[in-house]
């Protein structure tokens, strides 16, 4: 038998990383691609659509069809007040792009990556946005009721966003890209309202939920030591598991 060392590259790297994952637990924050990625690149920096090209694709679109930006770079783009429920977001680039009071109902954005975005009073009620990052984003006022929130909102600003009826949940289901749940570290969630919300495992450490209505919502295993619940309505919430370590 040959040495492993002498095997492809690859099968040699897909062997220890069996190894490693039956070996050890995985952990708990793998969803953290940032620092997986040069976030200099043109991928991550430029634009290859402008408003104009983009505001012109979908009056031409027929009926009952989507525009197709998936995984496309719109990074630093003004797509504010836009009506985009008639487009497919999925892994597109909008890293520092404007995207306040856009309607974007429903739509799906999986992996998008939108760092420092500007979603400020954006309709995104039922979006879907799982594994995507928005780290620093602006949310203030958003609509997000209904939304699913398996993503990266660590540092944003979310106040008085609504996320009444939000499944930000661990997803228990598909571990592959590692646990993914909403990630609110740190994020501004004052006066926000998650009435009957789903947080169970979300990572909310040192967050900020001052005045937030939290009736109903479950944090059930949640990890939210160092949080702020100062004022906030606290009435039915299960705190069963959760970690609530030197919070507030």
């Given amino acids: 038998m040959k ?23 995985q952990p708990a924050r793998a969803q953290n ?11 991550f ?14 009056a031409k679109l027929p009926a009952g069809e989507k525009l197709d930006l998936y995984a496309k770079p719109l990074n630093g783009l003004d797509l504010s007040n836009m009506d985009l429920r ?5 892994q597109a680039r909008l ?32 979006a879907n946005m799982f594994g995507t990052q928005l780290v620093g984003a602006n949310l203030d006022g958003a609509d ?15 106040v008085k966003a609504n996320l009444e009826g939000a499944n930000l949940s661990a997803d228990e289901a598909n571990q592959s890209m590692g646990l993914m749940r909403g990630v609110f570290s740190s994020a501004n969630l004052e006066g926000a309202n ?33 949080a702020d619940f100062s004022g906030a309505d606290v009435t039915g919430v299960d705190f069963i598991d959760a970690d609530v370590n030197s919070a507030k």
Avoid: C, H
């Avoid at 890293?95 to 420092?116: F, R």
């Fill in 3 to 25: 040495p492993l060392l002498t095997l492809p590259r690859v099968l040699v790297l897909t062997f220890s990383a069996l190894l490693v994952s039956f070996s050890s637990p």
């Fill in 33 to 43: 691609m940032i620092d997986m990625v040069d976030l200099s690149t043109d991928e």
């Fill in 45 to 58: 920096t430029k634009a290859v659509m402008t408003r104009a090209d983009i505001e012109t694709a979908i």
């Fill in 86 to 90: 008639r487009t497919n977001l999925q």
């Fill in 95 to 126: 890293m520092g792009a404007n995207l306040s009071g856009s309607n974007l109902e429903g739509v799906v954005m999986d992996q998008v990556w939108a760092l420092k975005a500007n979603l400020s009073g954006a309709n995104l009620q039922k």
């Fill in 144 to 158: 997000l009721r209904g939304a699913r929130l398996a993503g990266d909102f660590s540092k944003a600003s979310m």
């Fill in 194 to 226: 998650l009435k009957n919300a789903n947080l169970a495992r979300a990572l909310l450490e040192y967050a900020s939920l001052k005045d937030a209505n939290l009736t109903g919502v479950s944090l059930r295993g949640s990890e939210a030591a160092g």
